[in-house]
């Protein structure tokens, strides 16, 4: 199957490690075909909205790849799409309701907002791969005024977390999530219970990049058939999330992380010191630092880390897990930043 993370990555042998993951691979794709080539936001804008993700990540390939779309269609004169875009790429947790606010105020609908941080975080995601998976075999060097489009919702006194705990969140969007659903919309939750969630409820404005979002999801953390242990993926999630700023990705993927390895010091370090912290074992130092330097803005990711996690015991297809699990979270990362804001449950005021 040719994609375009295949087109971008340009090397069949290396490639074919995609084809342990299909679902990710596929999906990635639908992804792509939803927020790039869909109808909801202009061309234009979604290609300068690529763009800014790619040149964040600091992937040549990815970069050329999205300028040259940029460069055949008029530039947007979306100021506050554009700086909300920056935001989510270069520094996902400056990403604040204000900005949103401001969003609205140029007439960007509801189902329009949701697209543009789907498609932000989808390129943070499909550029770390591309990287990710090229390193395997080598190093890189790196408008006028309109009626609003809705009113973003407030919390006044929310119980914002002041750290990061590996016990469960709540989350509270910016964006007024979709009441009742579609048929569409609730296929595209994969999981019917997701509809209880003002997140997915969220996220299904845009239903078929939210389906190829799940699909991608599940394929990259649940498939473990010759590759990454359960445990290692969620680790890899939390790296990311921790480094983002992402306090409620983190304090899921953290739960998740511990439940599966029953590390919880480990785990609770990594949440308190930091993406530096010893995280017990050669094999998690292995995944801390790969998940960092893919993580980091621009991506530092290169043959060092391909060989140290060679070196703890991972194989092609794990070290492919790690990278997927990694990069994943650049996508789910932004949307948490860039959509909402984490609250409190009574029970840890």
């Given at each position: 199957m040719t994609d375009i993370i295949s087109m971008l990555i340009d090397d069949s042998y290396l490639?074919?490690?995609r084809d342990a993951r299909p679902q990710a691979r596929e999906n990635a794709q639908e992804a792509f075909e939803a927020l790039l080539e869909?109808?909801?936001?202009?061309?234009?804008?979604?290609?300068?909205?690529?763009?800014?993700?790619?040149?964040s990540a600091g992937v040549r390939p990815a970069v050329e790849f999205y300028r040259d779309l940029a460069a055949d269609e008029p530039e947007p004169r979306a100021p506050a799409a554009l700086h909300w875009a920056r935001q989510l790429a270069w520094r996902p947790s400056s990403a604040n309701a204000l900005d949103v606010a401001d969003l609205a105020a140029e007439g960007w609908s509801p189902d329009q907002v949701v697209a543009m941080g789907q498609l932000v975080g989808f390129v943070a995601f499909q550029a770390?791969?591309?990287?990710?998976?090229?390193?395997?075999?080598a190093p890189l060097t790196l408008a006028d005024a309109t009626p609003p489009g809705f009113v973003p919702p407030t919390y006044p006194g929310l119980a914002r977390p002041a750290h990061f705990?590996?016990?469960?969140?709540?989350?509270?969007?910016?964006?007024?999530?979709?009441?009742?659903?579609?048929?569409?919309?609730?296929?595209?939750?994969?999981?019917?219970?997701r509809e209880k969630s003002e997140y997915f409820r969220l996220l299904a404005r845009d239903p078929r990049a939210l389906?190829?979002?799940?699909?991608?999801d599940l394929d990259i953390f649940y498939n473990t058939e010759g590759g990454l242990g359960r445990a290692e993926r969620e680790l890899a999630a939390t790296v990311a999330s921790r480094i983002n700023g992402c306090v409620y990705c983190a304090s899921v993927h953290a739960d998740r992380a511990i439940r599966e390895s029953g590390r919880t010091e480990d785990v609770e370090r990594l949440l308190s010191e930091g993406s530096s912290a010893d995280l017990g074992s050669p094999q998690w130092n292995a995944v801390r630092d790969a998940a960092r330097a893919l993580t980091h803005t621009p991506v530092t990711f290169g043959a060092r880390h391909v060989a140290g996690l060679r070196d703890a015991g991972f194989g092609g297809i794990a070290t492919v897990d790690v990278i997927n699990a990694t990069a994943f979270f650049q996508w789910a990362n932004r949307l948490m930043l860039g959509l909402g804001e984490p609250e409190l449950p009574r029970r840890f005021r």
């Open positions: 490639d074919e490690l869909g109808e909801l936001l202009p061309a234009g804008l979604r290609y300068r909205l690529a763009l800014i993700a790619a040149e770390r791969v591309v990287h990710g998976i090229r390193a395997l075999s705990v590996s016990h469960s969140l709540g989350w509270r969007p910016w964006v007024p999530p979709a009441e009742r659903l579609n048929q569409e919309q609730r296929e595209a939750l994969i999981k019917p219970e389906r190829a979002r799940t699909l991608t």
